[in-house]
């Protein structure tokens, strides 16, 4: 009897035990399938002038989307442009990269940023946004000379090829003088409002925001990840602004001149020292400086080191 007890025990605990097992793989399997069915939706803002800080923060952006294996990668956009050579960095980048890219448009993407948008796989509008004006001015708003412009007229056109828009619509946001009919008439820059670029191809949809923009995607489940820059990130940003780096350079020119101007002195040298510091280290670390650049701004500013050290007689 006691033999049968233990026996029909031990079947209830293995029978218990079994039944644990089953429960536990099938939650984790749940889990797994749940996690697994995450889309990753990863967001940054472009929401000031086209600049190098700009093109530092989308790298970041772009690479830390790469590492979490981001499903899709959406820029808050709202801008009035800026410097051509950062976008075309962000634009060579976007068409390049394995990741689908989404603009959303919340409010302006002018010039620069029209180029931008139209880089990206789809485009998406809040109501009243505008897109386009994309001619290639000096910093007085003066446009520049047609060489300027035909490049400019090439890489909207290219750009727009990639996503199956219309070429000749990509161009006239950059040229007065192309007529379409229906669309544009001559001596007028295109810019498109949300409705326009919906019905033109230069819009995929109209969205109040980015949870609007995701229901495009039809993500089933999904993770919204923000980039978040460092405290480092944002001195490096602020030190390679076009202004900032202006001014450094007229420190370094200021501090070596009246350095000649009053041998022996050594503060304008300690200044334009500093100045240089300031200036190339953030171009080192972002691979825009060489080492031999630097070596040979070292190398000139030498003789000044010398001339400081000699003692005065």
């Keep these: 009897m006691s033999l049968f007890l233990f026996s029909s025990s031990f079947a209830q605990d293995t029978l218990q035990n079994e039944t644990t097992k089953n429960v536990e793989a099938l939650l984790q399997d749940s889990l797994t399938d749940f996690t697994n069915d995450t889309k990753i939706v990863y967001i940054f803002e472009i929401k000031e002038e086209i600049a190098p800080p700009i093109w530092h923060k989308a790298k970041k952006a772009f690479d830390h989307a790469k590492e979490i294996d981001a499903a899709a990668i959406i820029i808050h956009m709202n ?17 390049n990269l394995d990741i689908p890219v989404y603009a959303f448009i919340d409010n302006n993407a002018a010039s620069a940023g029209a180029l931008i948008s139209i880089a990206c796989d789809s485009i998406y509008m809040i109501p009243g946004a505008n897109i386009g004006a994309a001619t290639v001015v000096n910093q007085e708003g003066k446009a520049l000379p047609d060489k300027y412009q035909s490049y400019m007229r090439s890489m909207m056109r290219s750009t727009a090829e990639v996503n199956g828009r219309d070429p000749e619509i990509a161009q006239a946001m950059v040229d007065p003088r192309i007529y379409i009919e229906g669309v544009i008439d001559t001596g007028h820059v295109l810019t498109f409002t949300t409705s326009e670029a919906i019905k033109f191809g230069f819009c995929e949809g109209e969205a109040k925001n980015i949870e609007e923009v995701i229901s495009y995607l039809e993500f089933d489940n999904y993770e919204i990840i923000e980039l978040k820059l460092t405290s480092i990130d944002k001195i490096i940003a602020f030190l390679i602004n076009p202004i900032l780096s202006g001014l450094l350079i007229m420190l370094i020119i200021g501090g070596i001149y009246f350095e000649l101007q009053s041998p022996g002195v050594g503060f304008p040298l300690a200044a334009a020292i500093f100045g240089a510091l300031l200036y190339f280290a953030p171009l080192y670390l972002e691979g825009l400086a060489e080492h031999w650049e630097i070596l040979i701004f070292v190398i000139g500013i030498i003789p000044q080191v010398t001339v400081v050290l000699q003692p005065c007689e």
Excluded: F, V, W
Excluded at 86 to 92: E, F, I, N, Q
């Design 79 to 95: 801008t009035y442009g800026g410097m051509l050579e950062t976008a075309d960095s962000l634009r060579t980048k976007i068409l």
